[in-house]
């Protein structure tokens, strides 16, 4: 699972493009994409975003479980966005006594909103799908990037991993102890065996963090981030990085002069 997450999975003609164009130009589209304010200007990027995912060899179903991760976090904010906004009334959602009041302008602004996150989030993951994390965080490297900055991301991404495994131990040494769990979600047993959990994960962690960074430290570590082999650029390289900017550029203008 852990190379499947470092290595690109795929191995088609955007794999190819130079990692540190495909960095430039996917955050240069996001940025200019995230200033739209209409639904005309975004859904044509969000179509680019689904047209591009065939190209890059990637599956929807796995581009759609990671989708998922999203929703509990923005689509909170999706579903509260109609209900928040002043302005004309759409509709009213009676809760008992309670009577909710869902405005055109909030409507609106929850379909933009929903728009922009698809096709950021959409962008992004094509971008690590395609290219991989360890060509990521080497092209990182190479465009000046602080070290450490990357190597918080790079850790960060790592020890998920490391606390995974543990879950994983600690689970099957439950069961080996004909370890039953609490029939509610609300019971003292369940509590108790969550508290349990958390504290024996934590120390577990960190005795693995520390023996990881003896590791590293006997094996050399300088701290320093891997570059990997630089390359020169190619034209098919700049070309992708233009026109992909240059797509953003273009329903940014059309969204002013137009919508």
């Known amino acids: ?46 179509l680019l975003m689904l047209a591009v995912i065939p190209v890059a060899g990637i599956g929807f179903l796995s581009i759609a479980r990671r989708l998922l991760w999203v929703l509990p976090f923005a689509g909170v904010m999706v579903v509260l966005f109609p209900f928040m906004v002043p302005g004309e009334a759409a509709l009213t ?35 690590v799908l395609s290219t991989g994390f360890r060509n990521l965080t080497a092209a990182l490297v190479q465009l000046k990037v602080p070290v450490v900055l990357i190597q918080i991301v790079e850790f960060t991404v790592r020890y998920i991993f490391v606390l995974t495994d543990e879950l994983q131990r600690m689970r099957v040494a439950r069961k080996a102890r004909g370890f039953e769990a609490g029939r509610s979600l609300f019971s003292l047993h369940t509590y108790r065996t969550l508290g349990l959990l958390i504290g024996v994960l934590f120390v577990r ?24 082999k630089e390359q020169s650029l190619k034209t098919a390289d700049l070309c ?13 203008l059309a969204e002013r002069m137009v919508f």
């Open 1 to 46: 699972m852990e190379n499947a997450a470092f290595y690109a999975s795929t191995d088609s003609i955007l794999n190819r493009i130079d990692p540190r164009i495909k960095i430039l130009s996917v955050f240069g589209f996001v940025a200019i994409i995230s200033s739209l304010t209409t639904i005309q200007g975004l859904a044509p990027a969000l």
């Open 93 to 127: 959602l009676s809760l008992g006594p309670l009577a909710l009041e869902a405005t055109r302008e909030g409507l609106h602004h929850a379909a933009v909103l929903s728009l922009r996150i698809l096709t950021a989030v959409l962008a992004i993951n094509i971008l």
């Open 240 to 252: 992708w990085g233009f026109t992909v900017v240059a797509v953003a550029v273009s329903l940014h």
């Open 205 to 228: 962690s960190w005795e693995r963090g520390e023996r990881i960074h003896q590791a590293m430290l006997a094996r050399c570590y300088s701290g320093k981030g891997e570059t990997g």
